[in-house]
């Protein structure tokens, strides 16, 4: 088993039409608007971009985000990710319902960051818990921007 290489998967249910929630996701630039683990984001061209994220144990992880796929047909955002973590990130969005969505979010990733790797073995309970405090405050943030829209 590789310690340094990690699988996530959350599914989302948000009150808000597919569209709409694409087109939110679609700017990565402003997740720090409404998920506060995404510190700071910014474009570096139409296609990429970099992003500082910070969860709950302290320590930041730093990637540069490259778009690999932008499908607003099929509701994908696909973006490959390097720095710190390198590895890939989706979200894919259906609709179960009128006016409701259901985003699934996987990610892909190795771990990069030396002082990660060296902690790889004992700290991968809480790298697994971090992320998923993350997700958490994410639906919950990302669902409060909805409303607001």
Same mark, same amino acid.
């Given at each position: 088993?590789?310690?340094?290489?990690?699988?996530f998967?959350?599914?989302?249910?948000?009150l808000a039409?597919p569209?709409?929630?694409f087109?939110?996701l679609?700017?990565p630039?402003?997740?720090?608007r409404?998920w506060?683990?995404?510190?700071?984001?910014?474009?570096?061209?139409?296609?990429s971009g970099?992003?500082?994220?910070?969860?709950?144990l302290?320590?930041d992880? $730093?990637?540069?985000?490259t778009e +690999? %796929?932008r499908?607003?047909?099929a !509701?994908? #955002?696909?973006? &490959?990710?390097?720095?710190d973590?390198?590895?890939?990130?989706?979200w894919?969005?259906?609709?179960?319902?009128?006016?409701?969505?259901r985003?699934?979010?996987?990610?892909?990733?190795? $771990?990069?960051?030396p002082?990660? +790797? %060296?902690?790889?073995?004992?700290a !991968?309970? #809480?790298?697994? &818990?971090?992320?998923?405090?993350m997700?958490?405050?994410?639906?919950?943030?990302?669902?409060?921007?909805?409303?607001?829209v």
């Open positions: 088993m590789n310690w340094c290489h990690y699988r998967r959350s599914v989302w249910e948000l039409p569209d709409t929630v087109t939110v679609a700017r630039e402003e997740y720090p409404w506060p683990q995404v510190r700071e984001a910014a474009r570096r061209d139409e296609r970099t992003a500082r994220i910070r969860s709950v302290p320590y992880i $730093v990637v540069t985000l +690999r %796929r499908d607003p047909v !509701r994908v #955002l696909e973006t &490959a990710l390097a720095g973590i390198e590895g890939w990130a989706r894919t969005l259906t609709s179960p319902g009128a006016g409701r969505t985003a699934l979010y996987e990610q892909e990733v190795d $771990v990069r960051r002082l990660m +790797r %060296r902690l790889a073995v004992p !991968r309970p #809480l790298f697994r &818990a971090n992320h998923a405090l997700m958490r405050a994410g639906r919950r943030g990302l669902a409060a921007h909805l409303h607001s």
